[in-house]
């Protein structure tokens, strides 16, 4: 699904990606940790193709196509979708609207995808104007749901969540990757996993995204560099317990 | 490359080249006799040449009344130069607004009045549907002096839409208008003013609105097709306790145009409130947005919100005031001039829209005219003239 190879970025002069290589297959999820500063979101940045990520080495394919100079909207339309952390406001737009835009051709149903992230009343806002940490990320997965990509990139799903939403944000995110958790009698168990195969690149700092949803592997990013693959359940313990400190022990 | 034809400077009116002495326009008894192109350019304005969902309708033809008929008991409509005659010369509304002598434009509405429209609601009718009023240039280098007076009697509502229009052949015109308003305690207008004029035509209206205790005036302007010339700085004065004023505009200059268009709110009872917000977009043509909110009592809170884009070249000053006469006022501005943020667009972006597609949805936000509270075909028709103009953006 997506593979990237010996990817490095630069920030103006500063390399903040040196050389990653990672792949994510199609259903995985994958989690990424990593002390702040340490070059995740800017390798989502990347993925998405924003300005200002400069790739000078490397590549990135998607599906089996190099999309390393493709513009956003391209990989947008391949089915990349990616959930911001701080999205900016759009005056005039309405969330709706918005929503709407994500659909593209295919048609959704608004209201309907609005309620399961008990968003039914900001339909008629300007997108992101005024909204909380735990409206904007709803917000977000709601735009998710309608863009309906096949790789979803999300930047800390929990931060500036409380509990209460977390679990809502929780769900649906495990929704939007592994289709409904409803046990569904209609057909096997193996038949329901291949109709829903989106792939997940997930920064958590906090972990606690994986009481929620279900996380093949993680690996930490650590001053550009990526190291320590294990069970994110494993690092997340490990990290929890020691720091970073064993990143750079492991790098040298 | 250089900006040969970048207009900086206010272009000069030379009121002797236009034509302010005409025979007058047979009345007509509906709008319906009016030709298809004038229909067209009377719905761009916002005007509705059926009368359907309408209170009352006041057509201007350039220096007399064409066409004036209420279709509400409750709200008196009339050509100015009637209500003079009937009501003694309107002692208290006529010149008591707007200075006479204010500037050349104000004198020479003075010397020679063509009419303009009289608007008076019954005391506490609410008038739900708007009366619209049209003031319609057909003719090359027409002058046209109007003399509006608006009263809003006491707890009475009304929304009047004025669309200002120029015939689709003419290019040149000069628009005089005198506009006095007169919100009495507890009465609440919407004023919605569409400009849609010709190429070439100035424009120098005076505007002066007056509202007492808890009165509520909302003023909606919209510019967005080509001009030569507008000045205008419409002021509202609260003088009762619990006023309200907000000042809603929307204006796009396209290369050649030079709009002069500021608001200003005098904030002169305890407990009064007032609001201005601008949205600007330049494509090559020059803007220039003053807006001053005055604070002379307390508690007394007002608002300025500017905010200009320069889509490729062109000028936009925006020069936000604000004056406290009194400790314990609020006032506060807030301005912004430049291009669309490159976030937004990639915000879009990443939700499958071209660059093209994303900039686009951004400026229709940015023209939003949702907050003007507009009847559904006013807005309707808005919104596609917004979209056509759009297309002559990028």
Partial sequence: MLKIQDLHVNVGDNEVLKGINLEIEQGETFILFGPNGSGKTSLLMTLMGFSGYEVTQGSISFKGEDITSKPTYERAKLGIGMSFQRPPTIHGLKTRDMVKLCAGDSGVDVEELARKVNLTNFLDRDINSGFSGGEIKRSEILQLMAQNPSLVLFDEPESGVDLENMALIGKTARAILDGPQEPDNSASLKQLQSQYKTSGLIITHTGYILDYINADRGQVLYNGVLCCTARPRDILDHISKYGYKECVRCLN | ?394
């Fill in chain 2, 1 to 394: 490359m250089p900006k040969l034809d970048k207009v900086t400077t206010e272009p000069k009116v030379d009121l002797g080249k236009f034509n302010f002495e005409q025979d007058e326009i047979p009345a007509m008894a509906n709008l319906k006799g009016l030709s298809k192109e004038d229909k067209a350019q009377l719905l761009m304005a916002g005007i509705d040449a059926s009368e359907a969902k309408r209170s009352g309708t006041y057509l201007h033809i350039n220096h007399s009344k064409a066409h004036c008929r209420s279709c509400q008991k409750d709200v008196e409509i009339m050509d100015t130069r009637e209500a003079l005659d009937k009501y003694d010369g309107l002692p208290e509304y006529y010149w008591q607004a707007v200075d006479k002598d204010k500037d050349e434009f104000t004198r020479a509405a003075a010397s020679k009045i063509h009419g303009g429209y009289f608007i008076r609601t019954k005391k506490g009718a609410k008038i739900k549907d708007p009366v619209q009023s049209c003031l319609f240039i057909k003719g090359e280098n027409i002058g046209q002096n109007v003399h509006n007076i608006v009263v809003v009697e006491e707890d009475s509502e009304l929304h009047i839409i004025t669309g200002c229009t120029t015939a689709a052949n003419i290019s040149s015109a000069m628009h005089l208008g005198i506009s006095e308003i007169y919100i009495k305690k507890g009465g609440k207008l919407t004023f919605t003013m569409v400009h849609n004029w010709g190429e070439e035509v100035m424009v120098r209206p005076r505007t002066v609105a007056i509202v007492e205790e808890d009165g509520v005036y909302s003023s909606n302007y919209i510019l967005l097709k080509k001009v030569r010339s507008v000045q205008s700085y419409p002021a509202v004065y609260l003088n009762g306790r619990g006023a309200v004023a907000r000042f809603n505009s929307i204006l796009v200059a396209p290369r050649g145009s030079h709009i002069n268009s500021g608001n200003k709110i005098v904030l002169n009872a305890p407990e009064t409130k007032g609001e201005i917000i601008s949205r600007t977009i330049t494509t090559g043509g020059t803007i220039i947005a003053p807006g001053i909110i005055e604070g002379n009592a307390v508690p007394a809170k007002g608002h300025l919100e500017c905010k200009g884009l320069i889509l490729s070249d062109g000028v936009i000053h925006a020069i936000p005031e604000l004056k406290g006469t009194v400790a314990g006022v609020e006032l506060s501005h807030e301005a912004a001039v430049g291009k669309i943020a490159q976030e937004e667009i990639e915000y879009l972006m990443a939700r499958g829209l071209d660059e093209e597609q994303a900039t686009s949805t951004i400026v229709r936000g940015f023209m939003n005219v949702d907050i003007m509270g507009l009847p559904d075909e006013l807005r309707k028709s808005i919104e596609k003239t917004i979209e056509e103009t759009e297309a002559d953006m990028f």
